[in-house]
């Protein structure tokens, strides 16, 4: 008899186990989809929604339904994206039979994307950055830091208005990262907007 009370003591708490663990991942996976839809529908508020969408949906466990971790997320994902172009960039750089004017607009898109990465990285750093100063003013800082590093990666392309197929190349390259970048600008934009 002790034996079947042994038994069944040890059936409810495997049940209980169960339950338990079906509970909380139903409970994970309603979280999961309420960030995934928090993602998509701050992503309509950029230019690019669906690069949006597919660069941050992935991170959606650590983005929650936060602005500011999305903010951050995002400017994180453009940080990487710009820093692995700019490799690319010097790669190509280093393609034999250029012309002198060719050369030196790759060295200025090259100089152009380290200023992006800089600023870029100052962004997101002051992003972590717990809230010792002036809400609006580190958000000014930052916006300021992100358009400037749209800016220089538009730019980088621009050097080779009289070589239509290396400026083809080159903005090939880059315009996925200043696509990241504006989805990055309008996402900071929406924090502070709603922060402030």
Same mark, same amino acid.
């Given at each position: 008899m002790e034996g079947l009370y042994s038994f069944n003591s040890m059936v409810q708490k495997i049940l209980i186990m169960i339950l338990f663990f079906s509970s909380s991942f139903n409970l994970i996976s309603a979280l999961e989809?309420?960030?995934i839809e928090f993602i998509r529908t701050s992503c309509g508020l950029t230019t690019y929604p669906t690069l949006c969408f597919n660069s941050l949906s992935t991170r959606a466990g650590a983005i929650q339904t936060s602005p500011k971790l999305l903010a951050q997320a995002a400017l994180s994902v453009t !940080?990487?994206?710009t820093t692995t172009t700019s490799s690319s960039i010097v790669k190509l750089s280093q393609v034999h039979g250029m012309s002198p004017l060719e050369i030196s607009?790759?060295?200025d898109c090259i100089e152009l994307l380290s200023d992006?990465?800089? #600023?870029?990285?100052?962004? !997101? #750093? #002051?992003?972590?950055?717990?809230?010792s100063k002036d809400f609006r003013l580190v958000m000014s800082d930052i916006q300021t830091w992100v358009s400037s590093a749209m800016t220089d990666e538009d730019?980088?392309? #621009?050097?080779f208005a009289n070589d239509k197929k290396m400026k083809g190349v080159v903005r090939g390259k880059i315009v996925n990262v200043v696509h990241l970048t504006s989805n990055a600008l309008?996402?900071?934009n929406n924090y502070a907007s709603v922060h402030g």
């Open positions: 989809k309420t960030s !940080l990487d994206t607009a790759m060295k992006s990465v800089y #600023e870029l990285k100052q962004s !997101l #750093e #002051e992003m972590h950055r717990p809230g730019t980088c392309s #621009e050097g309008a996402l900071i």
